[in-house]
């Protein structure tokens, strides 16, 4: 059975702290691996990472993937306020059919982050 | 209007109640998605559509019906549900189902009661 785990569950820092966001996989017919932030309600597409130890970085955020140990890892520097959301990753994988790839989430890490 | 878009964003209904939760991309995509995010669990894939043809049925109970009658739409019909399908259903688009990253709708909060 594919399983992805996340973690920490929950994570409290003050602003300006570096957190990092660990997400390890067991999927059949691994394709990729994406980072979504959720504040509201829609998920919001961070990073998708398909090889290992190429580091994609936007801003404050970095993630990094390594496909021999399973994780990667999604580290956030000088944390603000609006960084409070929760942090979902999602591992692409090959459908039973064959048809194309289909998402398998994490549990996400709930990250708040203090004035 | 731009991005995936869902109606109703609230929904409350009884268990002999049927209704229909809509989803729209402007994305020009031709894959969609059904998910749904209850408390404490993780996002959960219920169906796929590829070309509006149903590629995955994630063992979802037929009391959730879905219907792509085209590429930038996307239904899920409800009924008899029950108090435990109470959750946020999300729906995504992508450019194809390989790998591609997805764009999620802003979800409807379903109540049952």
């Known amino acids: 059975e594919d399983k992805v785990v996340q973690s920490p569950l929950s994570l409290v820092v003050h602003e300006g702290d570096t957190v990092t966001l660990n997400c390890s996989y067991e999927v059949t017919n691994f394709r990729s691996l994406l980072w979504y932030k959720q504040e509201k309600k829609a998920p919001t597409f961070l990073f998708m990472l398909t090889s290992s130890g190429i580091e994609k970085k936007s801003g404050r955020l970095s993630s990094i993937l390594d496909k021999k140990e399973l994780f990667s890892i999604l580290n956030i520097t000088a944390t603000q306020t609006g960084d409070s959301a929760i942090y979902l990753c999602a591992v692409a994988r090959l459908m039973n059919n064959n048809a194309g790839n289909m998402l398998t989430f994490g549990g996400g890490t709930r990250l708040m982050v203090k004035p | 209007e731009t991005g995936v878009t869902q109606t109703p964003r609230h929904l409350v209904m009884g268990m002999t109640n049927k209704k229909s939760l809509k989803c729209e991309q402007h994305l020009g995509h031709n894959a969609m998605y059904w998910y749904k995010q209850s408390a404490k669990k993780p996002l959960e894939l219920m169906f796929v559509y590829s070309l509006e043809e149903r590629v995955e049925n994630n063992s979802v109970p037929s009391r959730f019906s879905p219907e792509c009658p085209n590429s930038s739409h996307l239904f899920l019909h409800l009924h008899t549900l029950q108090p435990e399908d109470s959750a946020l259903y999300l729906c995504?688009?992508?450019?194809?189902?390989?790998?591609?990253?997805?764009?999620f709708g802003p979800g409807t909060r379903l109540t049952v009661t």
């Open positions: 995504a688009s992508s450019h194809g189902t390989g790998g591609y990253e997805q764009y």
